[in-house]
């Protein structure tokens, strides 16, 4: 059997349409035009490709793009009174602090210091706790790809054996509530789970989040389950170039699977996609008006 691939650029691109019909009808209809604020501490060539592409689908959706750069020696200080300035500017509606951020800057210090209405990766205390009592707000943009990428093979989650491998607060966790919320029978797995392929092979849904290239092997996956890897990681190549893939060994996953998303062209693409979301979602919040139906 080979399985069938979950495309994220269709995926992906529908998404994004649905953003830009929404745009276009808040800026008409209100005069609301989204502002999404990216704030980039130090100069990782990764993460300056990734805030660069999210700048341009930000624009070509019709919304407002800010982008901040400090340089990898700033300070805790100058980093928070980048966010207080963007907490107070009426046109941004999200901020998005890259990580990771350098070592002499407290992460969770950034996250608190943004304000909650604009936490637009939700990543936020106050957002994943109304995410873990079943409330609505900000939801980070990766699980959202995860979930829906999923819904497009299945219908309804509701009693699946969910295994979701890796516990962060930017992707395992937010992933393994959504899908709680989807009624799955949710599994966290993490670097000292005993036996970690065969409680793998239990899932009907896998999602991997691990940051280890290949490290989800064929026979660790149950056949016909559905799998999501959610890793990039950049290998290198002869050529030196580099080349990116996941955390689930590809060509293996794909004679065992029933469906697999692929890297590239899969989860990250949806990220991105669902941080449009997310900002459409905060700009409407903000301005009193109802939750869009994207
Ligand atoms: N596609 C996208 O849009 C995005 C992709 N990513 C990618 O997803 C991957 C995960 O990211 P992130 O969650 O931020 O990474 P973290 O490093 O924060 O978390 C990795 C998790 O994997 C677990 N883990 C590590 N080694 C093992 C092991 N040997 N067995 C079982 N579990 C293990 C860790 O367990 P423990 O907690 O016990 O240490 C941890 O919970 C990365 O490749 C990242 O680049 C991230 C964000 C967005
Ligand atoms: N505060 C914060 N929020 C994040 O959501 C966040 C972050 N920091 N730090 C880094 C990780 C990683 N991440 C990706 C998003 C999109 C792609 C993406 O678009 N990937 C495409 C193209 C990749 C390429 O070709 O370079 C693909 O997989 O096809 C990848 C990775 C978000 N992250």
Redesign the pocket.
């Known amino acids: 059997m080979t399985a069938r691939l979950i495309d994220g650029k269709t995926a992906a691109e529908a998404v994004r349409a649905g953003v830009a019909a929404e745009v276009a009808r808040l800026s008409a209809a209100h005069g609301l035009v989204p502002g999404l604020a990216v704030v980039l501490v130090g100069d990782d060539p990764a993460s300056a490709a990734y805030v660069r592409s999210k700048g341009k689908q930000t624009v070509a959706a019709g919304m407002r793009s800010f982008e901040h750069r400090l340089p990898a020696t700033a300070t805790q200080d100058e980093v928070l009174s980048v966010v207080a300035q963007l907490n107070a500017d009426p046109s941004v509606h999200g901020i998005l602090v890259q ?1 990771p951020v350098p070592k002499q800057i407290d992460p969770h210090a950034v996250i608190l210091a943004i304000d909650p209405m604009k936490d637009v990766d939700g990543l936020h205390p106050l957002s994943a706790g109304l995410l873990a009592s079943g409330l609505p707000g900000l939801v980070p ?2 699980p959202l ?1 995860c979930l829906y990428m999923a819904k497009t093979v299945h219908a309804s989650l509701a009693g699946m054996e969910a295994v979701v ?8 966790k937010p992933v393994a509530q959504l899908l709680l919320r989807e009624n799955a029978t949710v599994t966290i ?5 005993r036996d ?1 392929p065969a409680v793998c092979r239990r899932a009907d849904l896998l999602v ?5 290239p290949g ?1 989800i092997r064929g026979d660790w996956i149950k056949p016909g389950a559905t799998v999501i890897d ?4 950049r290998v290198p190549t002869a050529d030196g170039k580099g080349r990116l893939t ?2 689930v060994a590809f060509e293996e996953a794909v004679q065992v699977a029933g469906a697999v998303t692929p ?1 590239p062209g ?3 693409l ?3 996609a669902f941080l449009l979301v997310n900002t459409v979602r905060a700009a409407c919040a903000a301005a009193g008006l109802p939750a869009p139906k994207i």
């Not at 491998?165 to 395992?172: A, H, I, Q, T, Y």
């Not at 991997?208 to 280890?212: D, I, L, M, N, Q």
């Open positions: 990580l943009c990766t790809g491998v890796g516990r962060s607060n930017l992707v395992g797995a993490h670097s000292q789970t970690l991997a989040a691990v940051g280890k490290f959610v890793g990039i990681n996941g955390d890297v899969g989860v990250g949806m990220t991105v």
